[in-house]
């Protein structure tokens, strides 16, 4: 998918709204257990549910990995159906991948050509050479780690570079911004940034005016959305922002589509205010 066609999707649907389908099956509803596969019989559902107000969604490897061999089937179903039944959707593999040239060639070529994702997540910190091989493919992107919600960023990520003279170069996930922008242009590279953070999106704005930001951690995890678009936003919305649980899990009754679509309805409405405001 083009930069061109994911902002026109987004004007379309007037949302930035992205999915997160991190469906572990101890939390699915029960009646759903009974099917030939529980986990594509509940994304399956959601798909359905939310693709009018959704413009992305984010599979999580790691809920379908932890299944083995039928997780991979269900991930499978899961992007297949999406790219048959709405093709306008911007699909991201959430597999926070990134290793040596060789390794990372396989892990592009894994989720980018033989799953047919849109785009990966991926983490910078073996450098240029591990990324590179992401952006090899045509109309695919990378969505790099920048500055992620955890209390565990701070370990690495907010720490300052010295310069040899002794002065500060900024702060680590600065210097990750600053240094990709030479490997790609924002025309398929985004950059992970979490809602938590919010206010610092300013500081990443400076850096990265025109990139797109995948922004995790609104609604469960109680990031402010309006706080996201005032300081992230950019002229071609520049925003991805995604939800997860406060969506795929409003219920766990046999109605649980219909209350997620009224989660993804309640995003998508604030969005269209936003983006008429910023816009």
């Known amino acids: 998918m083009t930069r061109t066609e994911l902002f026109n999707n987004i004007k379309k649907k007037k949302?930035?709204?992205?999915?997160?389908?991190?469906?572990?099956?101890?939390?699915?509803?029960?009646?759903?257990?009974?099917?030939?596969?529980?986990?594509?019989?509940?994304?399956?559902?959601?798909?359905?549910?939310?693709?009018?107000?959704?413009?992305?969604?984010?599979?999580?490897?790691?809920?379908?990995?932890?299944?083995?061999?039928?997780?991979?089937?269900?991930?499978?179903?899961?992007?297949?159906?999406?790219?048959?039944?709405?093709?306008?959707?911007?699909?991201?593999?959430?597999?926070?991948?990134?290793?040596?040239?060789?390794?990372?060639?396989?892990?592009?070529?894994?989720?980018?050509?033989?799953?047919?994702?849109?785009?990966?997540?991926?983490?910078?910190?073996?450098?240029?050479?591990?990324?590179?091989?992401?952006?090899?493919?045509?109309?695919?992107?990378?969505?790099?780690?920048?500055?992620?919600?955890?209390?565990?960023?701070?370990?690495?990520?907010?720490?300052?570079?010295?310069?040899?003279?002794?002065?500060?170069?900024?702060?680590i996930f600065e210097n990750v911004l600053e240094t990709s922008k030479s490997w790609s242009t924002p025309d398929n590279m985004m950059y992970v940034v979490g809602a938590t953070k919010a206010e610092m999106l300013s500081d990443i704005r400076k850096i990265v005016p025109e990139s797109f930001l995948l922004v995790p951690g609104v609604g469960a995890q109680g990031g402010s959305l309006s706080e996201v678009a005032k300081y992230g936003m950019n002229k071609q919305c520049g925003l991805l922002v995604n939800s997860s649980r406060g969506i795929i899990y409003a219920s766990t009754s046999e109605n649980f589509a219909e209350k997620a679509r009224e989660e993804a309805m309640k995003l998508q409405k604030e969005m269209e205010v936003l983006l008429q405001q910023y816009l």
């Open 15 to 171: 949302s930035f709204l992205c999915v997160g389908l991190d469906t572990d099956i101890s939390k699915i509803p029960q009646h759903l257990l009974k099917s030939e596969d529980p986990v594509f019989e509940f994304n399956k559902q959601i798909i359905d549910a939310t693709k009018d107000f959704a413009v992305s969604f984010k599979p999580n490897m790691a809920f379908y990995e932890t299944q083995g061999v039928k997780g991979w089937i269900s991930l499978e179903k899961t992007i297949n159906y999406i790219n048959q039944t709405c093709p306008d959707i911007f699909t991201i593999a959430d597999a926070k991948r990134g290793d040596i040239g060789n390794t990372s060639k396989m892990y592009a070529k894994a989720f980018l050509e033989t799953l047919n994702f849109d785009s990966i997540t991926v983490a910078p910190y073996m450098g240029e050479d591990s990324v590179t091989p992401f952006l090899e493919y045509k109309n695919k992107w990378v969505i790099l780690l920048a500055l992620t919600s955890n209390s565990g960023a701070n370990d690495f990520q907010m720490n300052e570079i010295l310069s040899p003279s002794g002065g500060v170069r900024g702060r």
